[in-house]
């Protein structure tokens, strides 16, 4: 496969920040947490200025995770990628222009991503850890299935009290 393939560590603390009440109903498909309450509570806020922290622990332990670490890690997942489509991804040339580099561009257009995602899912991966990718060290965790290795511990509002609607 080319990928660097590994798990999860088991018991593994994840948090997930939205502002979409449908998710305090479980995650699903390929989905993005954190290993960082600071990264999650970013997202949760970064619409609305209000949101949630699910808080989750792994119950099972995913054994197919790619490890991205590297803009060579990423590159191997994009190269994956276009043999398994038969084209690469039409934002490739935007990720390689990224001024942090490969890895961080792809990580940071979280929508133009979710192409990757579904390929990754649809072969039978179990998902993706990108280490440190934010500010603050947290990382970036796609699960396929996330209900099939997260148990929801805790759901916390959160909101931006300098924010205005």
């Given amino acids: 496969m080319g990928l660097s393939v590994g798990s999860l560590r088991g018991s593994s603390p994840l948090f997930h920040g939205t502002d979409e009440p449908h998710e305090l109903d479980g995650l699903q498909g390929g989905s993005f947490l954190s290993d960082s309450r600071k990264t999650a509570r970013h997202f949760a806020l970064l619409r609305t200025g ?3 922290i699910l808080s989750y622990r792994t119950w099972r332990r995913p054994e197919r995770i790619v ?7 990423a590159r191997a997942l994009l190269d994956w990628y276009a043999a398994v489509r038969g084209a690469p991804s039409p934002y490739l040339a ?4 990224w001024p942090e580099g490969l ?3 792809f990580i940071r257009m979280g929508p133009e991503n979710m192409e990757v995602v579904d390929a990754l899912c649809s072969e039978g991966i179990d998902g993706w850890q990108a280490t440190n990718v934010y500010r603050g060290g947290g990382s970036d965790v796609m ?11 805790e759901v916390t509002p959160v ?3 300098g924010h205005t609607d």
């Fill in 143 to 153: 699960l396929c299935r996330p209900a099939k290795w997260l148990k929801l511990v």
């Fill in 50 to 52: 209000r949101g949630f």
């Fill in 94 to 97: 935007e990720w390689e222009t």
């Fill in 67 to 73: 490890q991205l670490n590297t803009d060579a890690d």
């Fill in 159 to 161: 909101h931006d009290s």
């Fill in 103 to 105: 890895l961080d561009g």
